[in-house]
C-alpha cells in the first residue's frame, strides 16, 4: 500500500474479542500483531485472525472510522465499521461526482473555445486574401525603333529626318542612329 492510503482493519482475538486498528501496511501490521509485536491488547490474545478491511483512505478519515467503531459495543462493532464504510464510499461518491460535473462544464468551454479560434482563424485567412481584380493590360509602350517604323510605314514617298523628329518628338542624334 502507499504511505499515504490508510485503511481501517478489524481482527478477532483467539479469545473471540474485536479489535479495531488502522495501518498503511496491512500485511505487516497483520505479522506483529501475531508476532507479539502489535498492540498490548493483542499481545495475550494471539493469534487474530482478519475479519475486515475498509476501503483505501487518508489518515484522518481512518482515525474517525477507527474512533466510531471503537465507541459501539462489541456486538455491533462488525455493523459499525461496514456502516462507516459505506458513509465514507458515499461522500466519495458525491464528491467524485462534482468532480465530474466541474470536468464536463471545463471540457465544454473547451470545446467552445476551440470553435470560436476556428471562427476567428476563418476570418483571418479571408481578411488577408485580397479580393481579385480584373486587370486590363496596359499595350507595352512602343520603343522609338517601333515609333519611327510607324511612321515610315504610312508615308508613301519616304521620309526625311526633319519629318521624322517632328512626328516623333525624338531629337536629330536618336533618328539618326536609327535610320
Request: aromatic residues 6%.
Amino acid at each position: 500500500m502507499d504511505k499515504r492510503q490508510w485503511i481501517v482493519y478489524l481482527v478477532r482475538c483467539s479469545d473471540g474479542s474485536l479489535y479495531c486498528g488502522i495501518t498503511n501496511n496491512l500485511k505487516n501490521r497483520l505479522a506483529a500483531h501475531n508476532s507479539g509485536r502489535g498492540a498490548k491488547y493483542t499481545r495475550s490474545r494471539r493469534p487474530v485472525k482478519l475479519v475486515g478491511v475498509s476501503s483505501k483512505m487518508t489518515k484522518s478519515d481512518t482515525l474517525k472510522l477507527e474512533y466510531r467503531v471503537k465507541q459501539v459495543p462489541a456486538s455491533k462493532k462488525y455493523l459499525e465499521f461496514k456502516i462507516g464504510e459505506n458513509e465514507m464510499i458515499k461522500n466519495l461518491k458525491k464528491n467524485l461526482q462534482a468532480i465530474n460535473r466541474g470536468i464536463k462544464v471545463i471540457a465544454k468551454k473547451v470545446d467552445q473555445m476551440i470553435v470560436a479560434v476556428g471562427e476567428l482563424e476563418k476570418i483571418k485567412t479571408a481578411k488577408a486574401k485580397p479580393a481579385k481584380k480584373s486587370t486590363t493590360k496596359k499595350p507595352a509602350k512602343l520603343t522609338a525603333v517601333d515609333t519611327i517604323f510607324g511612321i515610315i510605314k504610312t508615308s508613301k514617298k519616304g521620309v526625311e529626318v526633319s519629318t521624322l523628329m517632328k512626328k516623333s518628338s525624338f531629337n536629330q542624334k536618336k533618328t539618326c542612329v536609327i535610320h
